[in-house]
């Protein structure tokens, strides 16, 4: 996984580099075949925004987070971004399609 971190606005911290790499590995825990990770983090006024491009074979999921605290929107993203791949992966591995359904019908 190439994991790239950006700042606009923002200077990324040892610390902030840190936090989002240990929530963003949580990504590849469910997926392994994760190729690229492209995050950056801005500060607008008072609102803290977080947004991540992942790239996978045949798609690329993008999730935006804005929130007061710049953690809790790298927080709301890793969910989101969880959910989505975990969402992808289900599609990738649904043994069942094209296949006509079953209703317990013996023949």
Known sequence: MNLQISGHHLEITPALHEYVTGKLDRV???F???TDVNAILS???LKQK???TVRL???DIYV???DEDLY???DILADKLDRQVQKYKQKLQDHHRGQKP???VAE
């Open 32 to 34: 392994d075949h994760v």
């Open 50 to 52: 977080a947004e991540v």
């Open 64 to 66: 935006e987070s804005v």
């Open 57 to 59: 074979p045949g798609k």
């Open 102 to 104: 079953d209703y317990g």
């Open 72 to 74: 809790a929107a790298i």
């Open 43 to 45: 500060v607008e006024k």
């Open 28 to 30: 590849t825990r469910h």
